[in-house]
């Protein structure tokens, strides 16, 4: 059995959910065609995305073309999501990459292609809703050649666009049909295929082209399973088929033309994958993982790099629309697994392997909001958040005393949050305004010592800390200089715990992502009493005493070393007419930013590079199609923290 795990991507309303609906419609797979504004597509699963008529979170659906089996991902639009989509394409073989033939390209449709250039993707142009009145197709597809890649070619003509009989006709072969396959599946250039996802012209050819110009995956084939269920419900691993030939799964953002090695080395190994999304089901936690090589079983231990390994209870496969129980999960299918308590996305299942940081590593989101709710919900608020922030680690939670702080991308994505907590957890939570996230950054260094039972040192610990600035983006490290066996190891634990949570606010109110956190000194009273008594613990160390005493001795050092707030600074690409270069570069200026360099690109447009504080973002979006005709696109996506210009002071 062969498999292509497919991305469906687009900007907001080109009509890639009702696409996939097409698609799984063709094939067989369902009966009758779901309707975004009807709420009853495959895909849209979520009762919100159901309501508001956008994908939210990246599903999976699968069906065949021909002898492949397809795993498509359908997978938001709205730039609030984007981390959704950039988790997804991680895991792709191939993408579809939707536009409509009225809008055209679009801000999103510029941010999703260069994200799949930089993974060297295979991606396929199809040009939508060439029925609509003011389908311009050939008009698009010349502007995909210009603002998105020369590298395209349209392999059909649309005949009466713009009218309910339009229709496709493939191009004459030329010789090019063979090499552009070839091409294609290296990722070195992309055919442009026209439809309509609402009359389904167009669909059937599409179908036909996923297996011509994406590369497949094969997972050398095995006899069928046969179901063994145990009485827990969960199916019984048994012994692998025989396995013949075949390829293995390339590596996340590697070249497609690495699939083509032997499958028998894939029977072999160890089972690696990717997980790519966590949800709930019944209570219980599922892991979605693109599975890349080897074969992983039911009762299977594998490792996911937390410092233990776990066991699988369950797995399910996706087959034909549907999430079928297995005992095996292979090379090349999506797998939803149960068992994996720790999981989180982006964690590499199994063996490590050059280039699994990049399934980890995603854009911090630029903006946070405090959220609030009635005294007696606000255990639950913080708990219903925080397995939020398990499903997507780009929901980052902190909490400081009663305050409670959310990361997000934008105002969209703060509706949807409250309106999961209110249908999902029946919270109902109260968010503030969206701000600019900032972080403090050390400065220099600082050290700060107290003694048990001294100077007005109430606990039963002596704690020295010395902190010290951390290269950006390198974390909190804590280290001891002071010998491990100086105390119990539990009480070392409960330091480097309380410090790793009290940098969550620094003195400035920010958080202070990157120090080295030096333990210097160290020591406890121990375990004692009174003559003939119980342990008494106004005599002795617990863990409560070192939770207590290290925040106030980590202030201390951190305020000693000295902080400066940041801020977000986001790189971006604006596109627009030549004639209007001064007056939007002046704009960018008043914003904070700086236009670095611009060059004339084919058209007469202008690509401008530059950069530009996060919380001016906004209003550059705003203001530029004003300054620009309509015509100017602006992309920008997170870079790095800097200093405020004008400091900050408690």
Known sequence: ???????????????????????????????????????????????????????????????????????????????????????????LDGAVLVLSAVEGVQAQTLVLMRALQRLRLPVIVFVNKIDRRGARPEAVADAVARRLSPDVLPVQRVLDAGTPAARVERLPDDGLRAWLAGESRRGAAHPVLFGSAVTGVGVSELTAALATYLPVVADGGGAPEVEDTRADGAPEAGPDAPRAGGTNAPAAGTNASSVGTNASAAATSAPSGVVFAIDREDGRKRAFVRMRSGALRVRDRID?????????????????????????????????????????????????RPGDARASQFPPPSYETVVDAEPAARVRLYAALSELAEQDPLIRVRRRDEEITVSLYGEVQREVLAAILQREYRVEARFGEVRTARTERLVGTGHALEIKKQNGNEFHATIGLRVEPATPGSGVTFELECERGSMPPAFFDATEDTVRRELARGPLHWPVPDARVVMTHSGYSPRQSH????????????????????????????????????????????????????????????????????????????????????????????????????????????????????????
Do not use: W
Request: glycine content about 12%; charged content about 25%; overall charge neutral.
């Open 531 to 650: 003559m003939h008594q119980k342990f008494n613990k106004a005599m002795s160390s617990t863990g409560a005493d070192f939770r207590g005493l290290t925040p106030r001795v980590l202030a201390a050092a951190v305020r000693r070393a000295g902080t400066v707030v940041c801020e977000p600074m986001h790189r971006f690409v604006i596109e627009l007419p030549e004639d209007t270069v001064g007056p939007v570069a002046s704009l960018v200026g008043r914003l904070g930013g700086m236009p670095f360099e611009s060059r004339l690109g084919s058209g007469g447009i202008v690509i401008m590079h530059g950069e530009i504080p996060a919380g001016s973002v906004a209003a550059l979006q705003r203001d530029l199609p004003g300054l620009t005709h309509g015509e100017g696109m602006c992309r920008t996506e997170h870079d790095r923290f800097e200093p405020l210009r004008e400091p900050v002071r408690a």
């Open 304 to 352: 996911l790099g937390h410092g233990k390994s776990e066991r699988v209870t369950g797995l399910r496969v996706a087959d034909r629309g549907s999430l079928d129980p297995r005992s095996t999960a292979r090379t090349g299918q999506i797998a939803v697994v149960q068992g994996l308590a720790t999981a989180r996305v982006g964690d590499v299942v199994g063996p490590q």
């Open 1 to 91: 059995m062969s498999y292509l795990n497919l991305g469906i991507v687009a900007h907001v309303d080109a009509g890639k959910t009702s696409l996939t609906e097409r698609l799984l419609h063709h094939s067989g797979v369902i009966d009758r065609l779901g309707s975004v504004d009807g709420g009853d597509t495959l895909t849209d699963s979520l009762a919100l995305e159901r309501e508001r008529g956008i994908t939210i979170r990246a599903s999976v659906a699968s069906f065949p073309a021909r002898d492949v089996t397809v795993n498509v991902l359908d997978t938001p639009g709205h730039p609030d999501f984007i981390a959704e989509v950039d988790r997804s394409l991680a895991v």
